[in-house]
C-alpha cells in the first residue's frame, strides 16, 4: 500500500514483516502543461532532470546525475536522462536506483532533486511526481506530488536517510531555482 506523502512528512522504510528494504527506486514524472496559443493548445517540451547528492553529515560527497549515471561506490545509479517527459501519473520519465545495502556507512543522507535543466518554471510542468518503490517487489511505498506549478525552476523533493539500523523516507518538497544540482546544494543544507 502506498502512502502519500504531504511536504515534510515522513516513512520508516522498514518492511511490515520486521525486515529492511535492500534496493529502492526513486521514480520521477511529469507532463508540459498545455498553454493556449494562436492555433489552440499546444505543449513546450520540458527537460526536467533527477538527482541524488550522498551526504555524509552536511558534506556532499557523490552525485549521481544525467551526465553520471553511477555512485562512486556503485551503490546509486540513475537509469538515464528523459528529455521531454510525458508520463504524469503513469510511470517514471526519470528513475534512480539505490541499493540500500550497498551504500557505504558514512553516507548517512541521499537528497532526491529535480531541476529543469532548460530553464522552464514548473509552471509549465504538470502531474508531476516523486515517488518510492520497493525494488525487489515493484510495489510503491510512498508518493510525494508536485502540487501548484510555480516561477521556480528545481525543486528539492526528498530525501532517505539512516534512522537507527534501517531507512526513513522524508518528503521535502522545497522550491529552489538553478539549472544544476550545484545551483541546489545551499536549498539542500536546511534539510540535512
Known amino acids: 500500500m502506498s502512502v502519500n506523502l504531504s511536504k515534510g512528512q515522513g516513512i520508516s522504510l522498514q518492511k511490515s514483516d520486521g525486515g529492511t528494504l535492500t534496493a529502492v527506486r526513486m521514480g520521477l514524472g511529469?507532463?508540459?502543461?498545455?498553454?493556449?496559443?494562436?492555433?489552440?493548445?499546444?505543449?513546450?517540451?520540458?527537460?526536467?532532470?533527477?538527482?541524488?547528492?550522498?551526504?555524509?553529515?552536511?558534506?556532499?560527497?557523490?552525485?549521481?546525475f544525467f551526465q553520471h549515471l553511477i555512485s562512486d561506490d556503485?551503490?546509486?545509479?540513475?537509469?538515464?536522462?528523459?528529455?521531454?517527459?510525458?508520463?504524469?501519473?503513469?510511470?517514471?520519465?526519470?528513475?534512480?536506483?539505490?541499493?540500500?545495502?550497498r551504500v557505504?556507512?558514512?553516507?548517512?543522507?541521499?537528497v532526491f532533486t529535480v531541476n529543469s535543466f532548460t530553464g522552464q518554471s514548473f509552471a509549465e510542468v504538470q502531474d508531476a511526481f516523486c515517488r518510492l518503490v520497493d525494488e525487489t517487489t515493484g510495489q510503491e511505498l510512498a508518493r510525494y506530488t508536485l502540487t501548484g506549478g510555480g516561477q521556480y525552476?528545481?525543486?528539492?523533493?526528498?530525501?532517505?536517510?539512516?534512522?537507527?539500523?534501517?531507512?526513513?523516507?522524508?518528503?521535502?518538497?522545497?522550491?529552489?531555482?538553478?539549472?544544476?544540482?550545484?545551483?541546489?546544494?545551499?536549498?539542500?543544507?536546511?534539510h540535512l
Open 74 to 101: 556503485g551503490s546509486v545509479r540513475h537509469t538515464g536522462d528523459n528529455r521531454v517527459g510525458g508520463a504524469g501519473q503513469g510511470g517514471d520519465d526519470e528513475a534512480i536506483l539505490v541499493d540500500l545495502a
Open 153 to 190: 525552476t528545481a525543486q528539492v523533493m526528498s530525501k532517505v536517510h539512516r534512522a537507527g539500523n534501517g531507512w526513513s523516507m522524508t518528503a521535502i518538497g522545497e522550491p529552489a531555482n538553478g539549472r544544476t544540482f550545484q545551483d541546489l546544494v545551499p536549498a539542500m543544507l536546511p
Open 104 to 110: 557505504p556507512v558514512h553516507i548517512d543522507q541521499i
Open 30 to 64: 511529469w507532463r508540459s502543461a498545455p498553454r493556449r496559443g494562436l492555433f489552440g493548445r499546444r505543449t513546450n517540451e520540458i527537460d526536467l532532470d533527477a538527482s541524488a547528492v550522498l551526504f555524509a553529515g552536511q558534506t556532499p560527497v557523490d552525485v549521481v
